[in-house]
């Protein structure tokens, strides 16, 4: 299995941009914890958002970048368990040719791909891993963002 460190999509001539649009179920976490998403584990503070998007995977997000990356489908529900909607925030993508591992960023959780599945970079050091299935549901190419 490939392990990939220090990667950089923004150099990467087979990665592309991608924009996400999915409306998910979020609870906010009450203590420090860790949940299992398909692609490996996902721990989480108290405060963070525990995840659950439209094709059933579970995910967490830290507080701060889940308010930066999603608002509420109903107004005036921010930092409330319910349903919110993604941010359309141009993404790098690349797809995966052999199974991979990454960790999420330094020193986090470590992911895992098969061959076929999706790296994603939000930022640089900032990654997560979609199985293509889900990827061709909730991923949209787009333009680069100016």
Request: charged share 30%; net charge positive; proline share 6%.
């Amino acid at each position: 299995m490939q392990e990939l460190r220090d990667i950089d999509l923004r150099t990467d001539i087979a990665a592309r941009w991608y924009v996400k649009h999915e409306r998910v179920q979020v609870r906010f976490a009450t203590q420090d914890g860790e949940l299992a998403s398909r692609e490996g584990p996902n721990r989480y503070r108290c405060g963070d958002a525990l995840v659950t998007g439209s094709t059933g995977d579970s995910w967490s997000v830290s507080r701060a970048r889940f308010d930066a990356r999603y608002t509420p489908v109903e107004p005036g529900m921010e930092g409330r368990d319910g349903l919110y909607l993604n941010r359309p925030i141009p993404v790098l993508a690349r797809r995966m040719t052999a199974p991979f591992a990454m960790a999420r960023s330094a020193g986090g959780d470590v992911l895992r791909g098969k061959a076929g599945d999706w790296v994603l970079q939000y930022a640089p050091g900032d990654y997560g891993v979609v199985e293509q299935e889900r990827f061709a549901k909730v991923y949209r190419p787009c333009d680069a963002p100016v």
